[in-house]
Every structure is written in C-alpha cells, then in structure tokens.
C-alpha cells in the first residue's frame, strides 16, 4: 500500500466516524437548558401564530444554563390561574431548571388552547402507550393544572415532523423493546395541521403512531418520578 492510499484510507475512516458520532448525538434526548431554550423561544402572546416544529441543536452531554425568553406583558405570577398556582406548590420539586422548564411548557400550553379556542372544535383521537408516556403526560399536567388532551396536543402540533422529509429524524425511528405493553390512553385534538403529518409518517416510513407520540414525548418531557396510575372509573351500581 502506498502512502497515498494509505492517506486516502485514513482520511474516509476518520469521515465515517464523525458521521457515526453524529448519529448517535442525534438521538440523544436533549438537556433541560436546551429544552428551556426551545420551548422559551416561542412568542406567548394570544395573536401569535400556531406553534411550529422547531429543530433543536444537537443535544451534549453537559447540561448548560439558559435563559427563559417568555412573553413579560404579564408577570409570571398573574399568567397562571390561583389553581395552577397552588398546584405548582403542592408538586414542587428540588431543580430550578426543572420548575422553569415546567412554567415555560405550561405558558406555552395555556397560548396555544387561546389560538385552538379560536379556531374551533377539533376531533380528538386516543393512542395507546405505556406507563412512562402516560406518566410523563400526567406529571407535566398534575405539576401545573393543565389538562392532559393540552399537553399532547402541543407537544405533536410543536414537535410532530413536517411531511415530505425523505427522511425521518433518527431520534423518531428509534426500535423499542418488544415487551412493551401499550396499555394506557391518552386522548389529543387532531386538526388539519397535525393530521397529514402523522399520515406521512405512517405511510412513508412504516411509523406507527403509538411510537411516534413515545418517541415526541420521550424526548421532550422530563421522565416522572414516578409512575402515575390511570384514573379508575367509578362501577356501575346496580339496584
């Protein structure tokens, strides 16, 4: 082998390493800093327009400090109702950073069922998943009195991808166990904005929508410390 070929072969191996350190960045869940730069990003104001998808960086593995960009016509104070209040107290935790990721998805959740509101009525769908997504979701919504249907709903109209990528992001066609057991419900409002995406999804690559809402919800709530059990309908009584 000559130096050149040599040379040659160094320089591809070295190509296909960063392009497979790459890839496995991309599937990394990303910090709370870079989530509260993300969320915080978007305008909170009532006119705004819907919520768009947003591409984040790729995730490090060191947590980084940001800071919170949310609307200042209000203080934090007055944007939440007395109950949201109250249940941010009674369900605070030890992080910060947690507690303002938490206030900053709740902003944007409570602006974007004022533009929803606006809009009108849209069908509502229900997904299987497991007991993590479920938990995930119900945290987020005991933590600062949002509904769950709300919570679902922003994560897909801000997260789900577009249609008509070639392909999908890496993070979202990542293999699950097979011994998950999709086995709890959670209900969102699909509009005309949310609807053709997940078609895209599910026809073009072979996606299913339970792993799709896993995938979003993996990566962009906080995971629960602890497992949240579905409520249990009350039994019929009979006389």
């Known amino acids: 082998m000559t130096k050149e070929e040599k040379e040659r072969k160094e320089a591809a191996s070295k190509v296909e390493f960063e392009k497979r350190m790459q890839q496995l960045q991309s599937t990394t869940a990303p910090s709370e800093g870079q989530l509260l730069k993300a969320v915080g990003a978007v305008a909170l104001s009532p006119t705004a327009q819907l919520i768009e998808p947003v591409s984040l960086p790729t995730p490090s ?3 980084a400090g940001a800071d919170i960009a949310i609307d200042q016509s209000l203080p934090q104070s007055e944007a939440f109702s007395p109950s949201q209040r109250a249940a941010a107290r009674v369900n605070a935790s030890n992080d910060p950073k947690l507690e303002a990721l938490l206030d900053t998805i709740a902003l944007a959740i409570k602006a974007q069922r004022r533009q929803r509101a606006a809009a009108g009525l849209n069908p509502r769908v229900l997904v299987k998943v497991d007991s993590d997504i479920f938990s995930r979701v119900s ?7 949002l509904d769950k249907i709300a919570v679902l709903t922003y994560l897909l109209a801000r997260y789900l991808p577009e249609g008509g990528r070639e392909e999908p992001p890496a993070w979202l066609v990542q293999e699950r166990p097979d ?3 999709n086995s709890f419900h959670l209900v969102y409002e699909e509009d005309s904005e949310i609807a053709p995406r ?12 339970t792993d799709i809402v896993a995938a979003i919800v993996t990566r962009y709530l906080p995971k629960s410390p602890y497992v949240v059990p579905p409520k249990r309908r009350p039994k019929r009584k009979r006389f």
Do not use: H
């Not at 945290?139 to 009195?145: D, G, I, L, T």
């Not at 997940?198 to 929508?209: A, M, N, V, Y």
């Open 139 to 145: 945290n987020v919504s005991y933590a600062r009195r």
């Open 179 to 181: 011994d998950i057991l």
């Open 61 to 63: 593995l060191e947590s």
């Open 198 to 209: 997940f078609t895209w999804l599910e026809q073009r690559f072979g996606l299913l929508k």
